[in-house]
């Protein structure tokens, strides 16, 4: 195998942790136009600034007081630098995600939470993503703050890019180096694990009140089907990032393999329409994983689509 917004408000909840960012005070949940969607490679060696998803050039520097408001960088930092150096996270690393008891007691920024509550832990860096709005982040720069949006979150590619930026901003390219060479050995462990004629076909689907919503190509969940072993048809027909479907595409697509949150199953089964698809009939089969590691667009990809490997080839398969 080759390894390599959103319509409505219920699809947000369902990408709670990818774009948790844009619920802070006064984000419209709009990248700001003209301006690269995510950041680029990091420079050579050497070079003393790194340019952000923003076109910024952000100085590189031994930063001291990283608050990180991507749930991408939460992790990464975590893994990359001492940690009295990070001394704030994502609310929603901090309470929902598997892994929070990793971060220890240290401080979170809500959602609800509003620059004042950033200033007050005096960083002297600032980790956003695309979804930050750009007052936001001018008022921290007025008190010196530095700020850098790692761009948009869509799964395995930018989040290399991620770490290696990061890696360059802090001046810590060895530290980085292995935070990718581990996360390329797990995602190539999985994807060894099943051969290519092997592959379930199936696609990512859930359903929120009458709409029916899919993440595909281009996106994380692209990512976690196919190190899971899932060959995503709905790709393969055309679909990229988070459709919403209408009944008549997915009786079209006709799945057999249905990919879905904890606790979707027995709703998509119920349904009046989907009912009849092959997923849902004797035959098919609909698989339900964690909802904060398939939310997650970053290093948590490796434990998602390990997850999803583990429910549709391991013994473990379930229903």
Not at 64 to 75: A, C, G, K, P, Y
Not at 232 to 251: C, H, M, N
Request: charged share 25%; with cysteine; aromatic share 6%.
């Amino acid at each position: 195998m080759k390894a390599d917004v959103v319509n409505g408000a219920l699809l947000v909840l369902a990408l709670a942790a990818a774009t948790w960012a844009a619920t802070l005070p006064g984000s419209p949940g709009i990248p700001i136009a003209g301006r690269r969607s995510a950041v680029a490679d990091a420079p050579e060696a050497g070079a003393t600034e790194v340019v952000d998803a923003r076109g910024i050039a952000v100085p590189v520097g031994s930063y001291e007081r990283i608050v990180s408001l991507s749930t991408i960088s939460d992790h990464v930092l975590l893994r990359m630098v001492e940690p009295d150096r990070l001394v704030s996270i994502t609310g929603f690393t901090a309470r929902d995600h598997p892994e929070a008891w990793r971060f220890g007691a240290r401080p979170s920024i809500d959602a609800s939470g509003d620059v004042e509550a950033v200033i007050a832990l005096r960083p002297d860096l600032v980790i956003v993503s695309k979804f930050a709005d750009e007052s936001y982040m001018e008022r921290l720069r007025e008190r010196d703050i530095q700020v850098f949006d790692l761009g948009e979150m869509r799964g395995v590619r930018t989040t290399r890019a991620n770490v290696r930026a990061l890696g360059a901003l802090l001046d810590l390219r060895e530290r980085a180096e292995k935070v990718e060479g581990a996360y390329a050995r797990q995602l190539q462990a999985l994807d060894d694990a099943v051969p290519d004629e092997d592959m379930a076909p199936g696609i990512y689907l859930s359903i929120y009140g009458d709409s029916l919503f899919g993440a595909t190509a281009n996106t994380s969940y692209a990512d976690t089907l196919f190190y899971g072993g899932v060959r995503d048809i709905a790709a393969e027909r055309g679909f990229v990032d988070w459709p919403q479907y209408s009944a008549e595409q997915l009786i079209r697509l006709d799945p057999p393999l249905i990919v879905t949150l904890r606790g979707m199953a027995d709703v998509l089964r119920s349904h009046s329409v989907l009912s009849g698809l092959r997923a849902c009939g004797p035959g098919g089969r609909i698989v339900e994983i964690d909802r904060a590691y398939n939310a997650d667009a970053g290093l948590g990809i490796v434990e998602a689509a390990q997850a999803v490997q583990d429910l549709v080839h391991g013994e473990g398969r379930d229903r």
